[in-house]
């Protein structure tokens, strides 16, 4: 059987490290949520609109955490508890999505996009601080 050759140097190290997993894999969830905000903002309020996006990133970033992120096995535990992240993260969010749009008037269909960077770092210390909890993947 033929061994696949795993990547060496700055590739590697890079790929050893959480927070750049951590960030691709939020990259993939943004641009998921992200999409799912631009359809139901067709139907709904800005707020509303938000609310969807978000709810279904808690689900997605739970699992794109626990297995490629942090290396961690899904438990009951760190699945009632990964949603407290997330409400931090929606309320501060909320508020500065308000903050934009009602007060600087930035475009609601934009505003998303500066809110998102500013919630990263937060949002990887909490996931970290509960998803360690958990045992490693075989």
């Known amino acids: 059987m033929k061994s696949i050759n795993r990547p060496t140097g700055w590739p590697r190290r890079l790929a050893e490290w959480e927070f750049a997993r951590f960030i691709v894999a939020g990259g993939m969830n943004t641009v998921i949520t992200y999409l799912i905000y631009l359809v139901a903002l067709l139907v709904m ?59 600087w008037h930035v475009d609601k269909r934009w505003a998303p996009a500066i809110v998102i960077p500013c919630i990263v770092p937060v949002t990887f210390v909490l996931a970290k601080l509960i998803l360690k909890r958990a045992p490693r993947k075989a």
């Not at 500065?96 to 007060?103: F, N, P, Q």
Request: hydrophobic share 55%; charged share 10%; net charge positive.
């Open 45 to 103: 309020p800005y707020a509303a609109a938000y609310t969807i996006s978000f709810l279904s990133g808690i689900a997605i970033s739970y699992y794109l955490n626990a297995e490629f992120v942090f290396r961690r096995k899904m438990s009951a535990g760190t699945a009632l508890g990964y949603p407290l992240v997330y409400v931090c993260q929606y309320v501060a969010g909320l508020a500065l999505l308000a903050v934009l749009v009602g007060r």
